[in-house]
């Protein structure tokens, strides 16, 4: 999947730019793209969902090794300041928005939130009658963060530093 590519050379980039370590990804599902692209110890999956029917064995199982963690990143079982990044992808936009100040609570000072969306899940919530987007994420952490100049070819995907 096209998305799937540019997250991939996205953070190969930011890995080589930014010496990535430790990457929080809340609500990943059975999405490995980050895993295998940086390294089972380097990235720490969150979900809910573990355990549901319809996934087969549930994503944990799927997503193979490495740290994965039940939880929900709303109420993130992690310390403060805990990780280089948060990718913040394909979740719903609400509480993506819910989320932004815990997410930023798990984050190193000076590390990076990456903000994006696949193709897998739904780009827009409905909440309280009103169509919410990812445009609305990217809204709410423009208001808080700094945006970092990323190459245009990772168009639609947007990184800011944790201040």
Known sequence: MESDKKLEKLLVYLDNNYAL???YYPGSGWH??????????KV???SLEENLKWVDGGYFRRLGKGLNVKGDYRKSPFQDKTFDATLIWGIPPVTAID????????T?????????SNQFCSTESVYN???????D???CVDGQLTQIK???????????KNE
């Not at 989320?99 to 798990?106: D, N, S, Y």
């Not at 190193?108 to 994006?116: A, S």
């Not at 009658?129 to 445009?135: A, G, L, P, V």
């Not at 990323?150 to 800011?160: A, T």
Request: charged fraction near 25%.
């Open 108 to 116: 190193k000072k000076n590390g990076l939130l990456i903000v994006g």
């Open 129 to 135: 009658s009103r169509k919410i987007t990812f445009d």
């Open 137 to 139: 994420v990217l809204g």
């Open 32 to 41: 490995k793209v980050p895993k295998e692209t940086l390294g089972t110890d």
């Open 150 to 160: 990323i190459p245009s070819c990772y168009f639609g995907i947007s990184v800011y």
């Open 21 to 23: 370590e430790k990457v």
């Open 44 to 46: 720490v999956h969150v």
């Open 99 to 106: 989320a932004v100040p815990e997410f930023r609570r798990v």
